[in-house]
């Protein structure tokens, strides 16, 4: 089943982050250039997951593409230039509880007290100038006591969410518009 929208995948939303940035590159350029943009091509970046990740931090070289797909997250979905993955458990919480699954349809189905569900979209388009990257997340707690453990912890870490895009949407430009690449020896 193709859904490709994050509200498809949670029964509700009770916070969501949408970023974008253009690119001259053509989308496929972009979404080639973003698949291949690894942790450490993006510092800022890098060192928030592995503050909040701690111990399920995957190696720096670890491209975002294998970061969003394997560990904690679950590949919910994929197309051509897009996919959207989940992440579910205690994920306010330093010690890293987090849910594992072993299809998509498990991650669907999972509604655990005392838990949140993540939804992440990625996204190349065409646009005027070329491209644009788009992401989207979205994040739903299973119950009101969750949503009350979220909120300052989301008002703590959602300033810093911006990081998370601009920092890696701008090495995947870089690199697509032939700015950022990696030199082979």
């Known amino acids: 089943m193709t859904t490709t929208q994050t509200q498809n995948w949670l029964p509700g939303c009770h916070a969501r982050l949408h970023s974008a940035r253009r690119s001259t590159a053509s989308p496929d350029e972009l979404w080639e250039a973003a698949q291949n943009v690894r942790l450490s091509d993006a510092p800022r970046l890098c060192r928030l997951i592995r503050w909040r990740l701690g111990k399920h931090m995957p190696p720096p070289d670890t491209t975002f593409e294998e970061f ?9 979905e994929e197309g051509e230039r897009l996919f959207i993955s989940g992440v579910a458990g205690k994920i306010w919480s330093p010690s890293g509880e ?30 005027e100038r070329g491209s644009r990257i788009v992401s989207e997340a979205r994040i739903w707690c299973t119950d009101r006591r969750t949503q009350m453990v979220f909120r300052p912890f989301w008002a703590v870490v959602s300033p810093f969410a911006r990081v998370i895009y601009t920092d890696g949407f701008a090495a995947a430009v870089r690199r697509a518009e032939g700015r950022g690449r990696r030199r082979r020896h």
């Open 68 to 76: 969003f797909r394997t560990g904690i997250f679950m590949l919910l």
């Open 98 to 127: 987090y849910a594992q699954f072993e299809t998509a349809g498990e991650y669907r189905e999972y509604r655990q007290r005392g838990t949140a569900k993540v939804v992440l979209k990625v996204e190349v388009r065409e646009d």
